[in-house]
T-cell receptor, first 119, second 111 residues
Framework: EAGVTQFPSHSVIEKGQTVTLRCDPI?????LYWYRRVMGKEIKFLLH????????ESGMPNNRFLAERTGGTYSTLKVQPAELEDSGVYFC?????????????????FGQGTRLTVV | DQQVKQNSPSLSVQEGRISILNCDYT??????FLWYKKYPAEGPTFLIS?????DKNEDGRFTVFLNKSAKHLSLHIVPSQPGDSAVYFC??????????FGTGTRLKVLA
């Protein structure tokens, strides 16, 4: 079974440009998450999709970030216009919808990340 | 404010000995805790989890202990192997599916 895949693995863009990151979750996973790790710090939550709906976008830094999940399958995260502080590693993760709060299906599986560098 | 804290940025252990990684949390609403392992240039890999209704969970060489009264959890790796060298992240969730991560502990297992 394929894991979570992210594209591209690296992106270097100039300040003010636009970048779009893509994530393909594990097949059958309704839950899709975006996280970001900046400067070797903690991994921070950005947002959570359930199928195509945004369940929680409390971690999105500002309106320069736009996430979509068309048809409840893959997701894109667009940064427009990019700023220097947007540099970091963007992780996507997915999980099943758990039958109970304490089941193992609450585990999220992560992709390898996209390293974004804004210069 | 940081709700999940890993106060040791790094830890070195001899191969074959026990590695103990610690994590503290402040939010009493957290009810599910996980440990992830991360190698350079890779995404976090799920290691082991525990729900708040338990105080211990084992999976092979890995055991997670949860002390709810102290708001503390720990990951024990016995015996430690050189391949265990990685950054370990503690994560917590409660009421939602989002995880709150700690800053990570870099474990180095010396051969």
């Amino acid at each position: 079974e394929a894991g979570v895949t992210q594209f591209p693995s690296h992106s270097v863009i100039e300040k003010g440009q636009t970048v779009t990151l893509r994530c393909d979750p594990i097949s059958g996973h309704d839950n899709l998450y975006w996280y970001r790790r900046v400067m070797g710090k903690e991994i921070k939550f950005l947002l959570h999709f359930v199928k195509e709906s945004k369940q929680d976008e409390s971690g999105m830094p500002n309106n320069r970030f736009l996430a979509e999940r068309t048809g409840g399958t893959y997701s894109t995260l667009k940064v427009q216009p990019a700023e220097l502080e947007d540099s970091g590693v963007y992780f996507c993760a997915s999980s099943q919808a758990p039958p109970t709060p304490y089941s193992g299906a609450r585990v999220a599986f992560f992709g390898q990340g996209t390293r974004l560098t804004v210069v | 404010d940081q709700q999940v804290k890993q106060n040791s940025p790094s830890l070195s252990v001899q191969e074959g000995r026990i590695s103990i990684l610690n994590c503290d949390y402040t939010n009493s609403m957290f009810d599910y805790f996980l440990w992830y392992k991360k190698y350079p240039a890779e995404g976090p890999t799920f290691l082991i989890s525990i729900s708040s209704i338990k105080d211990k969970n084992e999976d092979g060489r890995f055991t997670v202990f949860l002390n709810k009264s102290a708001k503390h959890l720990s990951l024990h790796i016995v015996p430690s192997q050189p391949g265990d060298s990685a950054v370990y992240f503690c994560a917590a969730s409660g009421g939602t599916y989002k995880y709150i991560f700690g800053t990570g502990t870099r474990l180095k297992v010396l051969a």
